[in-house]
């Protein structure tokens, strides 16, 4: 009943936040959308809908920004914006002051447009991310299926997320094993984990990554499909919440590849998920679809999907190892 009441409340705050960001609402004269300045710099742009990223390309240019974040991916440098990304009506916009912030973000412009000439206080950090990062052999990743014991975590109709993450973590452990990454299960079995004893784990093993494995509930049975949850606060550094970025974009992309199941997309940690606020490597959050929805607990109970599930995370962490 709260839950339910709580949802009206969310989704009323999210209709009036759509209003906000209508035409002939707000004021936009501080923020540029990327499609115009890609446009005047000459370059392209697109928007990518799995990850949410607006994405600005040219000749030794690449900008990546994200909805409702403050990090900008600006070729190979992670840059802190003055303000989140914004996205409006299907165009991601930053700050103009970001421009001025960072003004080498762009090629010297030999076109329109000059670009403003006083360089401004930098009041952000810029942090450098690694040029290269190893092959994944080797790679230590902490794989966390959620709740256990005495938490079964949400259930529906027999479909019982303890007993499902459990299974698919498992068998997702031997295909990492299977591309050279280590493993260390935060249980193996049907018992209770501490939350803080998983978000520590990471560190208490030397491990490289973090991901942990759900499934979702809903008061409302239409809602269905996976999505991935990263790492997003800033205070433990931009280069933290870049990395979780990659890693939660490669997962998202891999099951997208995999399941014949709805993609929602790669999401900041709004929930203030301890496991992942926590941590100390790059970390993840996987919910890999809804109890509550017919037809993915359906797939949910079976082990074909389980095992493409498996099979897909395993993936996913490779080619974050594999690229950048
Ligand atoms: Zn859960």
Redesign the pocket.
């Known amino acids: 009943m709260n839950r339910i009441r709580m949802t009206m409340a969310l989704l009323s705050l999210a209709v009036l936040a759509g209003c906000a960001t209508g035409p002939g609402g707000e004021d936009f004269s501080g923020e540029i959308s990327l499609p115009s300045l890609a446009r005047d710099h000459g370059m392209d742009y697109h928007f990518d809908p799995v990850a949410r990223q607006g994405i600005v390309t040219g000749p030794g240019t690449e900008l990546v920004a994200t909805p409702g974040n403050r990090v900008l991916l600006a070729n190979n440098r992670t840059l802190v914006m003055d303000s989140p990304a914004r996205l409006v009506q299907g165009e991601v916009w930053i700050t103009k002051r970001t421009l001025q912030l960072y003004p080498g973000i762009f090629p010297p412009a030999d076109a329109a447009a000059p670009a403003p000439r006083k360089p401004a206080p930098r009041t952000e950090v810029a942090v450098r991310t690694e040029p290269r990062r190893p092959s994944p052999a080797g790679r230590l990743l902490v794989l966390d299926a959620?709740?256990g014991g005495k938490d079964p975590?949400?259930s529906a109709q027999g479909a019982i997320?303890k007993e499902i993450v459990l299974d698919i973590c498992r068998r997702a452990e031997k295909h990492l094993a299977g591309r050279g990454i280590r493993v260390v299960l935060t249980r193996d079995e049907d018992f209770f984990v501490e939350l803080d004893d998983r978000a520590d784990a990471a560190q208490r093993s030397g491990a490289d990554l973090f991901m942990s494995v759900?499934?979702n509930a809903n008061p409302s049975s239409g809602i269905r499909g996976f999505e991935t949850y990263y790492k997003s606060n800033l205070d433990d550094g931009a280069k933290l919440v870049t990395e979780s970025t990659r890693l939660a974009r490669a997962i998202q992309e891999a099951l997208d590849r995999a399941l014949d199941l709805p993609g929602r997309g790669i999401k900041e940690n709004r929930r203030e998920l301890r496991v992942l606020k926590k941590n100390t490597v790059p970390a993840v959050l996987v919910e890999v679809g809804f109890v509550t929805n017919r037809e993915d607990r359906a797939l949910l109970l079976t082990p074909d999907f389980r095992e493409s599930v498996a099979r897909a995370l395993a993936e996913g962490v490779e080619s974050y190892c594999g690229t950048r």
């Open positions: 959620g709740h975590g949400c997320e759900h499934a």
